[in-house]
């Protein structure tokens, strides 16, 4: 049975309120072997893991019953974690001033009749902009927190915080309502928190706007044709009947004022391109950028937005049109928070190639909405344990020394090999052990690195 390190448990046991004790034990273990399998991790794979010394044979019924409970039995629920979760971040990171949500959504592949929840997708993956791929599976939509980490260049990791299964056909509530409701849950968790919310154009949505409360700020991309319109409303004729006006005429589009700005001869006054410097993608850039005022009465209602047009004068990236809540915002901010949403996808791509969180096959709808949450969870445990444990071990020391020109120190896959290297130093301890002892570890050795094949 592998040891759970004192670093590391802590951490872990600050999620012990989400379960009830037995579950919480069985969260422990398995968290423990998902981190030390290799291949293809099942459940029934990562719970042979958890006893490598004994492999049980594969011939008979599960002999791991309470791994399989834990999904599919259990009354803990993926909400009560990601609370615990959410308290566990805010609690052992450093953030200052607003807290930084990151919403996108994903496809993991499955396949199956029987399989509860699966549909057909757009897999972003694999399409193009010419052309749309579907995939069969369970489509993600899920919230995360941004952390800067201390020390470096702007560089920006996303914990996995919350997520919800988007079900599809008709009735089922869309991505965008249910990132509302995941927003909702995290207002009420922190009533003393302000937040701001990154979302693509899929999240610019009236669903996901409407009535936004002023304790979060959004930070989204709209459409190069919106109809938008002038916030200022106009003071009505004298005798003048009918309903007054609730704003002012319609605007130009967030495309048809880059137009404009081009067919500008002056540098005064409105729709002037305005040069500004942001580091973006760990890189320092020098953008155009146009920013305005206006009412977009389909989606927010009429609330205030300000709309930045931003220009990549190499001409490498496309016109990108960015819109937030707070009016107060520089175009400067609004650039750096919009690409902070990048880490999302490294997010995804770590869960799927490191976690392998798409790996586990279940059926019923018990554990399907809580494995995929599951993981994410403990993907934020092992992040949370390298930026404020780890990485000051001996074995990140070392794991450091070997790195390549294109490793870092920040890939999820680096946390995990550190964590591994932890693990397995205090599980056999050499300096205490009899020669029974050393033996014994030998084969179990053994048998972990025969089940990793």
Known sequence: ???????????????????????????????????????????LRVAEQ??????????????FHPFYNFFERSAWTPAGLAQQVAILILTRLTFTGCVTLL???????????????????????????????????????????????????????????MSRLHRSGKGQPGCSTLARQMIEEVLEWFPDRRFTLVGDGAYAAKTLLADLPDRITFVGRLRGDAAVYDPRVPTPKKGQRGRRAQKGPRLPSPKQAALKADRKRTTTGDWVWQSIVVSIYGKTKELRAISYEVVWSHVTGLRRLKIVVVRD???????????????????????TQFAWRWSIEVL??????????????????????????????????????????????????????????????????????????????????????????????????????????
């Open 348 to 453: 995804f791509r770590g869960s799927k190639q490191v976690m392998e969180i798409e790996s586990p096959q279940h059926r019923c709808r018990s554990s399907v909405e809580k494995v995929a949450p599951w993981v994410w969870s403990m993907q934020s445990v092992i992040m949370v344990w390298y930026l404020t444990e780890g990485q000051t071990t001996s074995e990140a020391v070392e794991s450091r020394s070997r790195m390549g020109e294109w490793d870092s120190e920040w890939s999820l896959r680096h946390m995990v090999r550190v964590m591994r290297s932890v693990i397995l130093n205090a599980t056999f301890d050499t300096n205490s052990a009899d020669p029974s002892q050393l033996l014994q570890m030998v084969q179990t050795l053994k048998s972990w690195g025969n089940m990793a094949v």
């Open 313 to 335: 004068p190499s001409g490498k990236m496309d016109d990108i049109y960015l819109f937030t809540t707070d009016l107060q915002a520089s175009a400067e901010w609004v650039i």
């Open 103 to 161: 919403v996108d959504d994903t496809l993991l592949h499955k396949s199956g009749k029987s399989v509860w929840g699966i549909g057909w997708f757009r897999d972003a993956v694999a399409s193009t902009r010419k052309r749309v791929a579907t995939a069969s599976g369970h489509n993600w939509v899920v919230v995360s927190i941004a952390f800067r980490i201390p020390g470096t260049d702007g560089l920006i990791l996303a914990l996995p915080l």
């Open 50 to 63: 958890q006893h490598p010394d004994s492999p049980p044979d594969r011939s008979q019924d599960h002999s």
């Open 1 to 43: 049975m592998w040891i759970i390190v004192d670093s590391l448990r802590p951490i872990v046991d600050t999620l012990a309120p989400a379960f009830s004790h037995p579950s919480s034990v069985t969260n422990t273990s398995f968290f423990l072997a998902w981190v030390m399998s290799f291949g293809h991790k099942t459940i």
